[in-house]
């Protein structure tokens, strides 16, 4: 499996154009994470899915941030209009089916092992 | 709310133990705690969890406080390439995962 895929790997835009940042998960993972990071904020959840149902946007910065997944291996964000502060790294991660606290000791795949992408780099001038 | 406290940064010499604290003092029952790390200009890689036992797999150990409110994750013989922030984070079941500052570990030749 090649793991999480994020496309693109950099964007670069201008204040006000719209963004659509790409995230394929990995096969057979059902949740989805979108996290954003910068160097004041740190690493920042936006939003989660599981089975494609958005369980809890209130990381979302705005109304002009959105996301979607319109099957269950593909989810995008969006921005619309984009911003300056809205520059940072964007990381999506999956996870697979819930398995339950009764893991095996140290086992790597566990319950909530989040497998995160690449990042997309975006730059807002 | 991160709910973990962990110093900012840390050295260690290559080939010796390296030994990142967190506190976790408000801890609940049902929440467990998580270790990831993030190497320059990568994504987070998961590393290890607990609940209350102490944990070992091939990349780290996992030691846990019995009152579950420190832990403490081992790297037996650091090398250059664990040089990366390390994150401690606690959860509950709902997946939502909260990273806080992390500490920066920086091994050295």
């Known amino acids: 499996d090649a793991g999480v895929i994020q496309s693109p790997r950099h964007e670069v835009t201008e204040m006000g154009q719209e963004v659509t940042l790409r995230c394929k998960l990995i096969s057979g993972h059902n949740s989805l994470f979108w996290y954003r990071q910068t160097m004041m904020r740190g690493l920042e959840l936006l939003i989660y899915?599981?089975?494609?149902?958005?369980?809890?946007d209130s990381g979302m910065p705005e109304d002009r941030f959105s996301a979607k997944m319109p099957n269950a291996s593909f989810s995008t964000l969006k921005i619309q209009p984009s911003e300056p502060r809205d520059s940072a790294v964007y990381f999506c991660?999956?996870?697979?089916?819930?398995?339950?606290?009764?893991?095996?000791?140290?086992?790597?795949?566990?319950?909530?092992?989040?497998?995160f992408g690449p990042g997309t780099r975006l730059t807002v001038l | 709310d991160a709910k973990t406290t962990q110093p900012p940064s840390m050295d260690c010499a290559e080939g010796r133990a390296a030994n990142l604290p967190c506190n976790h003092s408000t801890i609940s029952g049902n929440e467990y705690v998580y270790w990831y790390r993030q190497i320059h200009s990568q994504g987070p890689q998961y590393i290890i969890h607990g609940l209350k036992n102490n944990e070992t797999n091939e990349m780290a150990s996992l030691i846990i406080t019995e009152d579950r409110k420190s832990s403490t994750l081992i790297l037996p013989h650091a090398t250059l390439r664990d040089t990366a922030v390390y994150y401690c984070i606690v959860i509950n079941n709902n997946n939502d995962m909260r990273f806080g500052a992390g500490t920066r570990l920086t091994v050295k030749p």
């Open positions: 899915f599981n089975n494609n149902v958005p369980i809890d």
């Open positions: 991660a999956s996870s697979s089916p819930t398995r339950g606290p009764s893991y095996g000791a140290g086992a790597r795949s566990s319950y909530n092992e989040q497998f």
